[in-house]
Structure formats: C-alpha cells, structure tokens
C-alpha cells in the first residue's frame, strides 16, 4: 500500500536537470569561504529554488500574470563534484506536477548563496499535456544570491514568439524583463558586474583630462556634431573635469553587464590582461634592448629566430596576475626565459617574397585589408576634399598598360586604385607636426597621403604602375606630389621600397582604425545594447542575432581601456597617433549601414557590375579576387539562411509593421545608438521584410565574415613589421640633402629608420599576436554547440541544417581553389593560401576562421 503511494507521487513529479557553473576561477580568492559559506546555508534552509511559470493559465491575485507553482530545490548542491567537465555541475530537481498551474513557459529561480553561478540550462521531462518528450529552457545567464535580486530571475523556454503571438500569461513577464535590462535611465551612479543594465554613453572615456587633450566623440558640442560616432555602453563611472568619464585604473575592469563578459568556459584569460601585460610589464623589459635600433633586416627575422632574454623577475611579475602557460601561448619562452614570436606566415616559406611588386598588390585582393581597392573609373584622378588633381600622368603609365591607352585601360576596367588622399590629408598637417603622447622625443611622425595606380595584367594579378606621395600645402612646401615608380635595382629600387612602405603605413593605419575597429567594432556595440534593451529573448530576431554579438562588449571595453585610449597601444605606435580617434570619428560621416552590404559595397567600388546571368547577380570585375569570391559565398549563404528564418515568423509585410518590439528596436538603434547619423534618409525604414532580411544579413556579416577578413590575418601579415609598417619617421630622402647621401651609404638602414623603431615594432607585433588568435572555445559561423539552447521550431532548426551545409560546401570550394595554380592572388609568391573567410578553424593563430562574433 505504501509502496502504490510513493508510486502514485512519483508519477506526478516533474523531472528537472539544471546544469551550472559556480563561481570559481584562478582569480577568485573566495573559493575556500564561499564553500563554507554554501555549507551554512544549505543548512538553514534550501539554498536554490525554482518555481514554473505558467503559459496557459492566469493567476487571478496576480493580475496578468501565468500563474506561478510550489518552489522546488536542487538537490546534493555542497556533495556535488563536476559531473560534465571539470567547471560544469548537473543538479537533479523535482517539481510537484500541479495541475491548476499549467504548462510551463517560464521559471523564476533563487539563489539564496552568498555567491553567484552561472546558470547554463533547464530541462524538464515528463511533463504532462505538452505532447512533448521535455521543455528546454536555455539560461545562459549570472544569477546573483537574493540579497542583490530580491525577486528572483525569470528564465523562458526555448520557443520563439512574436510579442502579439506570447502566450497572455507570458506577457507581463516579458515586458518586466525588458524594463529591468533597460535600467532606470538616470544614470547618476556607477553600474556594477551584478546589474544587467544596457544603456547608451558617448565616448568621452579615452583620456584622462589631466594628462591628455583628446576631443569627446559622440553627441553634439554647442549644438553642433563635430565629432560623430557610434555609441558604446554606458558604465555610470564619476565624471572628471566637466564630461569626461573617469579612468579605469591598471588591472581595473570596465563594466559591461555580467552576461556580456567573457564565459567562465572561454579560455580568455590572457585576452583579457594580454594588452595591458604588452603596455605596463614587458614594455619595462624592451627598454633596455629597445634603445638601439634595427640596423638590418636580419636583426627583425631575430625576433622570430633569436629573441632575447628576460628577467625572471619579469616573468614572475608577469605571471601573478598572466599564467605563464597562457603567455608562452603567444611569446614563444622557453626554459632559458627566452622570448619568441611565431614565424609570421608571411616570412614562414619565403623571407624576401614580401619586398615583391606581386605581393605588394595581391595582398589589397587578399591580404589583412581587402576592402579598399577601387576599379578605377575617372582620370584624371580628383580630389574631392581640396580639388586637387593627381600628378600621376598619362605619360607616367602609358608604356606599361600592355598597347592599351589609359582611356582604353579604364573602359576595359583594366585600372585599379588604392587611394588614401582624400583620407589622409586633412589630417596630415597635425600628423606631421606632433608626437604623440607615450612616443620617444625621438620618434616623430614623417608622413604622406599616398595613391598607387594599378594594372590588371592578363594573368589576373595586379601590377603597380605609380605611386604618388603627397603634403598638405605649406609656407615652406607647395605640396606639389611626387611621383615613384617601379624599379627592380640599384637605388632606385631602395626608393621604391620606400614608397611602397608609405603606401602601406596608410594601409595599416587605415585597416586598424577604420576597417576593423570603426567599421566592425564600434559600429556594432549599439546593435549589441539595442537588441537587449527591446527585444525580448524569446524574439525570434534576438534568437537570431544573439549569437553574433558574444563577448563584443567585453572585447570593446577592454580596447577602450588599454588599445585605442589616450596614450594606449594604438596611439604609441600607428602613424595618426593622437588623432587616432579623431580620424576615426571623421570618417564615420561616411559610413552607411546599407554600404556595409556585401554586393553594394563591391558595386559601389567598381570591383563588380550587375549581372543577373552571372552566379549571386554579380560579375566581378577582377575573377581571382579572394576577398570577394569567398565573402559572396559566405554572404549569400547567410542571406538564404536568414530569409528562410524570417520567412517563417513574418509571412507577410504587415507582421513587421506591428511588431511593437522590432519596431521600438530599430527606432532606438538609429535615432540613440546611431544617433548622430540619425538624420541620413537612408537607413532601412524597417516597413517591410525585405528591409529586416537585408538588415539582419549586414549585421550578421560584419560580425562574422566581415570581421574575420580584416582581423585573423593581422599577425600572418602585419606580424613581421617590414611587411606591415605602421609607422614612418622620416621623409623620402631628396637629393642634394644630408639624408640622400646618408641613404646612398646605406639604404637598408635607412629604410629601418624610417618605419617603425624597434620599441614600435615589438609593441605592435604582440599586440597583433595577441588580436589574431582564437580561443579553445570559439564557435564558428554555421556552428551551434546545442540547437536546444537556441530554439524549438522545427523550420527554423531544418533551416539552419540547410545553412551549416553551405557553409561545409564553402569549405570544400575554397579547399579546391587554394589548390589551383592558376589562381595566383590566392597564394601569391609566399605561398600562403587565401583562409581568412575559410569558415572553421582550430584554436590560436591560425590565419582562418569565421567566429560567429567580434569576440577578440
């Protein structure tokens, strides 16, 4: 009788497994008294309670609320080992079925732990009336101990759902979940890791007031937007000085809310100290060898082939707070405390390829910067900045365009440009005349505005024909350019070298403040706060793009702590410098949203034409273009999978129309987190769902395929400073001077001279070692480590099958192209195939991988 009892009770249980990571890191000092702590109060009472939130039925005493069940407790919490891997912990709990509560669609837990954990998941089984085998409720998610969250947090199942299509008991908990993400919009207090509060800020926590003199970006300055930018999390920090924000101190931590910071299963623990351990501990360790200067090319390759030896101080004072296992990941350091870099691939099979008229312009199709190169399509070349007409002439590239005219080169779309003039000279004079803060008295800027013409020759690569380099106009120099061209020996080929390094440093500075920090970070922060402040996590456009946006925030926070700050690693050794920021804000008055948009963007440079014969409608102006071949596979195998998503919660216009949450999110995107581009009539109106699947396709690619080019190949390319200058310190030598006859006896040296110093070069090269690696828990685009965490419609789940195959046939493709030799930008005379858009990798540096987001 007794046993038909227990039986009976058990029937109307509900089985839960919760699985979840305690607090517990090699930085928390805590570990020994929060197990006491968690003793203590397992013994007062039941230290994590979880109670059902109804989809089906009302709590009448609750107003508009599901009705909410009997707590239940996770069970064996302080006998409990690791039962999944050595951090995650699988705790079983039982739930009285009741049938007056419903079925679940939601639950609210407890944590009454003096500590936090990091809840990963619920899953229930035998649930009646559902007709289902289990309800899955992904978390993902800090839950703090109740003394901080008094009312608990409440956490949805798997299930995607239009705000008109919430099921009425849910309703009142996904408005108050959204209200409490969004914080009271005050903002007269500093936010702390345990709030979850996403709000806007303008960037005026870059400097130090005291010490620097930098501009605030974002917003309006006496009514006038004279230095626009994106918008990135706000951190509540006191002000200092009127409106500038008040400086995170060395080992400090910028706030972001805690679901933004890096997982406690990422292997991010160097990422996060890496760029302060370049600036504050080993910069310490360069001086003394820092003070000489590079003499030859060889003593660069020494760096890799030699190194040199550190203190064990250093390295001790390096390891209290970087383990060192994590920093031999990076800097090669043996037994014998000898530092190392990785072999750069450039370098890896051939060490002179790079000084090649061929790799110099295979690497605009297929380097570390693909994104500028235009077709050229007017000549003479103008500027439209200052009106001024590019000196290269017909005459100057005539006899090389292969029998053709220049006409005749430009109406076969034979004649490309690389130009940075227009980028490059307003800010010249400022460059050319000041040191940066943190720089060497000895270390000035020598600058140009350079544009090099280029011809496609027959074989499909390109050939540089000129080089212009030139000076904003002054008392003392006309600014008239002057004009390189190609050379192959004798002295003549040492000028052209330098051109080419002049060339590049704009490239560099170019790619790292415009392509990859501006165009993909920053400009990306405020889709991150937009979608967490107006979408619910059970929209189906959160599901979609949430998955894009992990550890951007963190990684954004920790560069505008410690990379492109006042003083920080990006002003001490790229050529704008001080004005790093500046120049950035300046040309993000041309950024479009819509631009960014694969196929509009090639069109926009003449690097395609329109041609619905042709594979994805494009014809590509240059076949053998790695960039481009791989980015529009990518590109529209994201489009497909993101129409097929959306296609199946909008069948029609009008559904986006009255979604209230898409439609405040898109509103507050453009009008606050954009805010200064608010007035360019042509952001999407959000009307229609061809706008919202073009939308989602830009913000899907910048975060993944877009990012990907411009950022994995930064130390492969840019690893060996001769390949990748970021700095110049002395002008082209003119004949009849003193430094003519100085680069007529040694023009090697001179050259080392005249980009970056040694200190520079260190600086930078591991700071790019650190920028180009992949963590162990990456996850890759067409990846998702469980499709139950993310939803449960079936044709959502069959559509991202059908993506995931795409993405394996893009592989096998670019497999196959890499092989073929009569594809020469893909490999180039360094044999380096083209796998920056090759979409899975391996963890570090390895110079391919499409992560689904701006993680690193």
């Known amino acids: 009788m007794l046993s038909s009892f227990l039986g009976s009770k058990k029937e109307k249980q509900i089985q839960g497994t919760v699985v979840l990571v305690k607090k517990k890191n090699s930085f928390d000092f805590t570990d020994i008294s929060s197990s006491l702590f968690d003793r203590a109060s397992e013994c007062l009472g039941r230290g994590v309670s979880i109670q059902l939130l109804s989809a089906s039925k009302f709590d009448q005493e609750r107003g508009a609320k599901g009705k909410i069940g009997k707590p239940a407790y996770l069970e064996s919490w302080i006998t409990k080992t690791p039962n999944l891997t050595a951090e995650k912990f699988e705790f079983k709990v039982h739930f009285e079925w009741e049938e007056e509560v419903g079925i679940p669609g939601a639950f609210l837990i407890k944590n009454k732990h003096p500590n936090e954990f990091f809840l990963i998941s619920l899953t229930l089984k035998n649930v009646p009336l559902i007709g289902e085998s289990e309800i899955h409720f992904p978390c993902n998610s800090w839950v703090y101990p109740t003394n901080r969250y008094e009312d608990g947090r409440i956490f949805f199942r798997n299930k995607a759902y239009l705000p008109d299509k919430t099921p009425d008991p849910l309703r009142r908990y996904r408005e108050e979940e959204l209200s409490k993400l969004r914080g009271d919009g005050i903002g007269n207090r500093e936010l702390q890791e345990r709030d979850k509060v996403y709000d806007y800020d303008i960037y005026n926590d870059l400097n130090n007031p005291k010490k620097h003199d930098r501009p605030i970006l974002g917003g309006t300055i006496g009514g006038e937007i004279k230095y626009p930018y994106p918008r990135r999390g706000r951190t509540g920090r006191p002000l200092v000085k009127s409106d500038y924000e008040s400086r995170v101190k060395f080992l400090g931590s910028n706030y972001v809310p805690r679901d933004e910071e890096f997982s406690p299963l990422k292997n991010a623990d160097f990422v996060t100290f890496g760029f302060k351990s370049v600036t504050k501990v080993l910069k310490p360790a360069f001086k003394a060898r820092l003070c000489e200067e590079f003499n030859r090319f060889d003593e660069v390759l020494d760096l890799y082939e030699g190194g040199f030896k550190l203190p ?133 800027p020598r600058a140009y505005a350079t544009r090099t013409v280029l011809l496609l020759k027959n074989d499909g ?87 894009h946006f992990s550890d951007t925030m963190k990684i954004n926070a920790l560069a505008r702590q410690s990379l492109v700050n006042a003083n920080g690693i990006i002003e001490s050794t790229f050529l704008a410098g001080r004005y790093s920021m500046e120049f950035s804000s300046q040309l993000y008055k041309d950024w479009v949203f819509t631009d960014q948009a694969l196929p509009v963007d090639l069109l926009k440079r003449g690097m395609a034409t329109e041609d619905s014969t042709s594979p994805h409608g494009l014809n590509l102006t240059i076949k053998d273009y790695p960039y481009a071949v791989d980015g529009l596979d990518i590109w529209f195998a994201i489009k497909t999978w993101v129409q097929e998503y959306c296609s199946f919660y909008y069948e029609e216009d009008e559904t986006v129309q009255q979604d209230n949450e898409l439609q405040s999110w898109w509103k507050e995107l453009v009008q606050v987190g954009h805010g200064d581009k608010k007035d360019d009539q042509r952001w999407p109106k959000m009307k229609n769902r061809e706008e919202l699947i073009e939308s989602c396709t830009i913000i899907i690619w910048i975060t993944s395929g877009l990012h990907a080019a411009v950022n994995f190949g930064q130390y492969p390319f840019g690893g060996y400073i001769l390949n990748r200058p970021t700095f110049t310190r002395r002008y082209m030598p003119q004949k009849g001077t003193a430094e003519y006859e100085e680069f007529k006896d040694d023009p090697e040296k001179t050259f080392l001279k005249t980009i970056n110093s040694k200190e520079q070069a260190i600086k930078v090269t591991a700071v790019l070692a650190i920028l180009s690696r992949h963590s162990s828990t990456e996850e890759y685009l067409g990846q998702a480590a469980d499709l139950s965490d993310w939803i449960s419609d079936k044709e959502p789940l069959e559509a991202f099958g059908r993506f995931k195959e795409r993405i394996r046939k893009i592989e096998e493709r670019i497999e196959r192209d890499n092989q073929d030799p009569e594809l020469k930008n893909r490999h180039g005379l360094i044999n380096m195939p083209y796998t920056l858009l090759y979409p899975n990798s391996e963890p570090g540096l390895t110079g391919k991988g499409i992560p689904n987001s701006i993680s690193i």
């Open 312 to 444: 064990k101080a250093l390295l001790m004072a390096v390891s209290s707070f970087v383990p060192l296992q994590k920093l031999k990941e990076v800097f090669r350091i043996d037994g014998e405390e000898l530092l190392r870099f990785q072999k750069p691939r450039v370098i890896r099979d051939n060490k002179n390829a790079w000084k090649k008229d061929e790799e110099f312009a295979r690497e605009m199709l297929a380097g570390v910067n693909p994104v500028k190169i235009c077709c050229l399509q007017d000549w003479p070349i103008k500027s439209t900045v200052d009106d001024t007409i590019c000196k290269i002439s017909d005459d100057d590239i005539q006899k090389n365009l292969e029998g053709l005219s220049v006409k005749e080169a430009i109406e076969h779309k034979k004649l490309f440009i690389l130009d940075y003039y227009d980028d490059f000279i307003p800010f010249l004079r400022l460059i050319n005349t000041t040191a940066a803060d943190g720089m060497s008295s000895k270390v000035h």
């Open 461 to 547: 690569t390109l050939k540089p024909l000129a080089i212009e380099l030139s000076l904003p106009q002054e008392a003392h120099f006309d600014g008239t350019p002057q004009v390189y061209f190609p050379a192959e020996k004798g002295l003549e080929e040492w000028i052209w070298m330098l051109a080419k390094a002049y060339v590049v440093v704009n490239d560099s500075n170019y790619h790292q403040l415009i392509s990859h920090w501006l165009q993909t970070h920053a400009v990306v922060e405020p889709f991150v706060i937009a979608t967490n402040r107006q979408l619910s996590v059970i929209h189906p456009i959160y599901k979609l793009l949430a998955p």
